[in-house]
């Protein structure tokens, strides 16, 4: 059996800062939706799939511990990195570049305190 991302959720304390920072890391709209308290700022797939989100809830608390989600950077890391710390972000480690192919990679923490990666696949790199 394989596997992969199938959703991911984000915690956040300050949903408005949140949902911003992660607009403008991407240079995109979030889709809002609220289900009772629970807040999301879905991320959509460039065929509009709901992909996972940015979300406020009593259940869920932020960190820099734990599972670490890698989210696209293609075409350009460079991009995105560059719009980490100006969006309230600080990046944790510098972009590297993988063995065998496997493209680049950076992490960082977001403006609620949690740690999250950026990759970018080679073959997809900006020129």
Request: net charge negative; aromatic share 10%.
């Amino acid at each position: 059996m394989h596997t992969k991302i199938n959703w991911f959720e984000i915690p956040s304390n300050d949903f408005a800062r949140a949902t911003s920072f992660y607009e403008t890391l991407f240079d995109t709209r979030l889709t809002i939706d609220q289900s009772g308290p629970i807040k999301m700022g879905i991320f959509m797939t460039a065929t509009d799939d709901a992909c996972g989100c940015v979300l406020q809830s009593e259940h869920y608390q932020p960190s820099s511990e734990g599972p670490v989600i890698y989210l696209d950077a293609t075409p350009s890391i460079d991009q995105v990195l560059a719009r980490i710390e100006p969006a309230g972000g600080k990046i944790v480690m510098e972009k590297m570049q993988l063995p065998d192919n496997l493209g680049f990679i950076s992490h960082f923490i977001d403006t609620e305190g949690n740690r999250l990666a950026l990759h970018q696949w080679p073959e997809k790199a900006a020129a």
